[in-house]
């Protein structure tokens, strides 16, 4: 057993403990998870690290605060990132990690899980949910017993507070086979789906993560977001289809991140070579 990033005990690999169970596309695999800060213009990794976990979110301000020192250093300017723009995926927009970003002063833009049901280009698409999915205004809330009710008549429970507001969940097996799951806000997927509502409390402070899903409700930042399947998924198709990268083959945190280090590296000789001989 080894500790999780809340300190609880999580299971290990008796071969690797510095490893974590990773979730892909096939399932689960024992591994570690590769992380990676692209420049737009250049095409080059500027920081990079592979981590021994299985959720990347834990490390977005260690990154953050790694690719401001790296660019401070190259560019000799105090706040080199204060007229960029960094783009995440969805695993990374929490109250916490948005509020922390800010507090750098870094503008970045984060969707939440809903993005694309807030999408137009979405509509009528199942799996998405498009503008036509619900928000929850639709859910009908009952003061007795603290719960909501969604449009099927369910009932959704208060399960916890989380970073993205209070957590209001169905039970087991109530959203499996509803017809009204393409436009719901719920989960979906597995034998018995549990469909998830979260209210956010604007009473108090700024709510950043409801402030980014305004801003990416934008034209011109929703474009701009568009751009980050341009950017970061070529670098990780190149190592994997034409370096052979796909999968590590050290053991323990050093060794498999200098392995990942080696192959960053060599992707960047590869996006300098046209340009030296360019003159560039």
């Known amino acids: 057993m080894g500790a999780g990033a809340g300190g609880e005990e999580v299971k290990t690999n008796i071969t690797d403990e510095e490893s974590a169970k990773n979730k892909g596309a096939h399932g689960y695999i024992q591994g570690y998870k590769e992380i990676a800060v692209r420049d737009s213009e250049k095409e080059v990794i500027v920081v990079a690290e592979a ?8 490390y977005v301000l260690e990154m953050m605060d ?60 199942p799996e998405h949910g498009g503008k036509g999915g619900y928000t929850g205004e639709d859910f009908e809330y009952e003061e007795t017993g603290n719960r909501y009710r969604c449009p099927a008549g369910k009932e959704l429970m208060y399960k916890a507070e989380s970073e993205q507001g209070e957590q209001y969940q169905a039970k087991s097996g109530d959203c499996k086979g509803c017809p009204l799951q393409p436009r719901c806000i719920a989960g979906r997927g597995g034998k018995n789906p549990k469909g998830t509502l979260y209210i956010v409390d604007r009473s108090g402070e700024e709510n950043r993560w409801e402030k980014m899903r305004k801003k990416l409700d934008e034209v011109k930042y929703r474009a701009l977001y568009g751009r980050r399947m341009q950017i970061r998924e070529p670098c990780f198709s190149d190592m994997s289809c034409c370096k052979w990268m796909d999968s590590f083959s050290l053991r323990g945190k050093v060794k498999v991140n200098n392995q990942w280090l080696g192959y960053c590296i060599v992707h960047n000789i590869g996006k300098c070579i046209p340009r030296i001989a360019a003159g560039n």
């Open 51 to 58: 981590f021994g976990s299985g959720s990347e979110r834990e």
């Open 66 to 125: 790694r690719l401001s020192k790296t660019m401070k250093g190259l560019s000799g300017e105090e706040e080199p990132l204060k007229e960029a723009i960094g783009e995440g995926d969805r695993g990374y927009c929490t109250e916490k990690d948005l509020k922390a970003v800010a507090e750098r002063g870094i503008p970045v833009l984060i969707p939440d899980q809903q993005f694309r049901k807030q999408d137009g280009h979405f509509d009528g698409w």
